[in-house]
């Protein structure tokens, strides 16, 4: 469940995300902050202290009955209003404390069901193919930036969210930290690491669980804190090296916190939300100076909330959907469907594969 007054703080996250996912204008995103708020307004009113599983469609359609009937707004004018504050209500995290299973709005109201074609092309702008995903990586890696490399790198790995991610600390993931304060790399270079997380609800309530990063990422956190502590300097010869700064090396042993601002603080939201902007619009500009064809465009497409559907995309080719929901951190399966794109002939080639070996 979730209390009502808490709705507001949801709304604000929301809205933030979507934002950075559809690139909205402002006017389309106060229309819907108005749209969302009026239902909250509502809820409040008639004395709702909080939003559950058992209640959830039934102030929905209230709410739609309050509309048509006390407010006389038009039937078309409601329908948007509902299909506002159903992408509200079913957004992972609300959906998360709610518990409840995806409202449709066939469940307040009669629409068509999306046909096929429709909803493969919707599934297609959510996440990026593996070549997709290594050509944003890799046009991170050639600028030089080694922080926001294993940033990127770490969130198409894990498809943890954005809050996770700040949260991260050191110890967090799980393989020994030398004297120096590194990663002790394992020998096996197919192996998957461990990594623990943890995220604050609105109700100062931590939710832990754990997802894996590859042995390249962890490769390049080391990179990282070994950017963190060194700078260029030139020497006798006039030729920039990379020379370890001791007082940096030394805070490296004792540090906490996994990703740092330019300050050497823990870096916030908004900060990686920038990072990963910034890098998609380097994207753009290399197909165009490179000539590459490429359907994506990257500066309007991709966003923290896209790396994690890629990653969870990506797993969801190769994990039972249990193990993706483990993975993804959903209570409810059913948030974890819309990550499983169900490829008909790859189903028919593994069943002909299982045929031959039992008739073998």
């Given at each position: 469940m979730i209390a009502v007054d808490e709705l507001t703080d949801y709304l604000d996250e929301y809205l933030e995300e979507k934002q950075e996912v559809k690139n909205l204008t402002q006017e389309t995103i106060e229309k819907q902050t108005f749209n969302i708020s009026k239902f909250i307004e509502y809820l409040e009113q008639e004395g709702i202290d909080e939003l559950n599983s058992d209640n959830v469609k039934k102030q929905l359609r209230h709410y739609r009955r309050y509309c048509l009937k006390q407010r006389g707004n038009k039937r078309t004018t409601v329908k948007t209003y509902m299909m506002n504050i159903l992408?509200?209500?079913?957004?992972?995290?609300?959906?998360?404390?709610?518990?409840?299973?995806?409202?449709?709005?066939?469940?307040?109201?009669?629409?068509?069901?999306?046909?096929?074609?429709?909803?493969?092309?919707?599934?297609?702008?959510?996440?990026?193919?593996?070549?997709?995903?290594?050509?944003?990586?890799?046009?991170?890696?050639?600028?030089?930036?080694?922080?926001?490399?294993?940033?990127?790198?770490?969130?198409?790995?894990?498809?943890?969210?954005l809050k996770e991610l700040v949260l991260l600390n050191k110890d967090d993931i799980q393989v020994p930290i030398d004297e120096n304060g590194f990663y002790v790399i394992p020998q096996d270079s197919d192996e998957f690491i461990d990594v623990n997380l943890r995220a604050e609800t609105t109700k100062g309530e931590l939710k832990d669980r754990?997802?894996?990063?590859?042995?390249?990422?962890?490769?390049?956190?080391?990179?990282?804190?070994?950017?963190?502590?060194?700078?260029?300097?030139?020497?006798?010869?006039?030729?920039?090296?990379?020379?370890?700064?001791?007082?940096?090396?030394?805070?490296?042993?004792?540090?906490?916190?996994?990703?740092?601002?330019?300050?050497?603080?823990?870096?916030?939201?908004?900060?990686?939300?920038?990072?990963?902007?910034?890098?998609?619009?380097?994207?753009?500009?290399?197909?165009?100076?490179?000539?590459?064809?490429c359907p994506v465009n990257y500066s309007k497409n991709v966003s923290v909330h896209i790396l994690r559907h890629t990653a969870l995309s990506h797993y969801a080719e190769i994990l039972t959907v249990a193990e993706v929901q483990s993975i993804a951190g959903h209570s409810n399966s059913q948030t974890t469907d819309k990550y499983i794109h169900i490829d008909r002939e790859q189903m028919k080639q593994k069943l002909r594969l299982n045929s031959r070996r039992f008739n073998n």
């Open positions: 992408e509200f209500i079913n957004s992972e995290d609300v959906q998360e404390e709610i518990q409840h299973e995806t409202i449709k709005m066939k469940d307040i109201i009669e629409v068509k069901a999306e046909d096929p074609e429709t909803a493969k092309k919707r599934i297609e702008k959510i996440s990026l193919t593996w070549p997709q995903s290594n050509f944003f990586l890799d046009t991170i890696q050639q600028s030089g930036n080694k922080r926001d490399y294993a940033i990127c790198r770490t969130f198409i790995d894990s498809g943890m969210r754990t997802t894996f990063i590859t042995y390249d990422t962890l490769l390049s956190l080391n990179d990282m804190m070994m950017d963190r502590i060194t700078k260029l300097r030139k020497n006798t010869h006039n030729i920039y090296r990379p020379v370890i700064q001791r007082n940096k090396a030394a805070e490296e042993v004792t540090r906490e916190e996994l990703f740092t601002n330019i300050k050497g603080n823990r870096i916030g939201k908004r900060g990686v939300q920038d990072i990963i902007k910034k890098h998609a619009r380097e994207c753009d500009r290399r197909i165009e100076s490179e000539g590459i064809d």
